[in-house]
C-alpha cells in the first residue's frame, strides 16, 4: 500500500494579503491566456488587467517565465486535487480500472490544453520532481490495486510517457492523429498492462 498521494509543492507561506494579491495576479493571467493566448500575454498587459502596476507582477514572478510556471503550477496543484478528493472516476469511489483510464484521459486533455504554456514557462514550466512523482505515484497504486505484479515502477513510467506534451503534440498536430485514436490506444495499452497480469494463472 502506498501512502496518500502529496499535493505539489506550495510556495512558502505568505502574509494573507500578499496572497490575496498572488492569487489576484494569476488569475489576471489566466483570463489573459483564455481569451487572447499565450502569446498575448505580457507582463504589462497582467498588470492592466490586475490593476496594479507592472513592477508588481515582476516582483511576484520575477519574469514572464516564471509567471507562465506559476500558472502552470496553479493548474497542476488542482488536478492533483481533483485526482486526490473530486468525484469518480477521476477521483475516489470509482474501480481501480476507471479509474486508470479517467486519470489518462484527463493527464492527455490538460497537458494539451496548456501545451503553449507549457512552452512559454521555458525551464522554469518543466514538469517539477513534485508533479512528476504525484503522477508516477497514483499510477503505481492504482497497479497495485489491480494486482499487477512485475516491475510497477517501470510500468508506470511507460504508462505516463505517452501522457506527455511533446508526444501528445507531435501526435495531435505534427501527424494529425485524432485524440479519440490516441485515448484508444492508451486504454489498450492499460488493459494489456492490467487484465494481463489479473487474468494471469498462478505459475506450477
Known amino acids: 500500500m502506498f501512502d496518500p498521494l ?5 510556495p ?46 515582476f516582483r511576484r514572478f520575477d519574469s514572464r517565465e516564471g509567471l507562465m510556471a506559476a500558472l502552470l503550477n496553479r493548474s497542476e496543484t488542482e488536478f492533483q486535487r481533483l485526482v486526490i478528493e473530486g468525484p469518480p472516476p477521476l477521483g475516489p469511489g470509482a474501480p481501480a480500472l476507471e479509474r ?35 503522477a508516477a505515484m497514483h499510477v503505481r497504486y492504482l497497479l497495485s490495486q489491480l494486482g499487477v505484479r512485475g516491475d510497477i515502477a517501470f510500468l508506470a513510467t511507460a504508462l505516463l510517457a505517452p501522457l506527455e506534451m511533446v508526444v501528445l503534440v507531435q501526435q495531435t498536430r505534427d501527424e494529425q ?12 495499452l492499460v488493459r494489456r498492462i492490467a487484465c494481463r497480469e489479473v487474468n494471469q494463472p498462478p505459475s506450477g
Open 100 to 134: 486508470l483510464h479517467a486519470f489518462g484521459h484527463s493527464r492527455m486533455e490538460v497537458n494539451l490544453q496548456h501545451a503553449e504554456l507549457i512552452r512559454a514557462a521555458g525551464r522554469a514550466g518543466e514538469r517539477s520532481y513534485a508533479a512528476m512523482s504525484f
Open 177 to 188: 492523429v485524432p485524440i479519440e485514436r490516441i485515448q484508444h490506444g492508451w486504454d489498450d
Open 6 to 10: 502529496p499535493l505539489l509543492d506550495q
Open 12 to 57: 512558502p507561506r505568505e502574509r494573507a494579503d500578499a496572497a490575496r494579491n498572488r492569487e489576484a495576479l494569476l488569475a489576471a493571467a489566466a483570463r489573459l491566456v483564455e481569451h487572447c493566448g499565450v502569446d498575448a500575454v505580457t507582463m504589462d498587459n497582467v498588470a492592466a488587467e490586475a490593476g496594479v502596476g507592472k513592477g508588481t507582477v
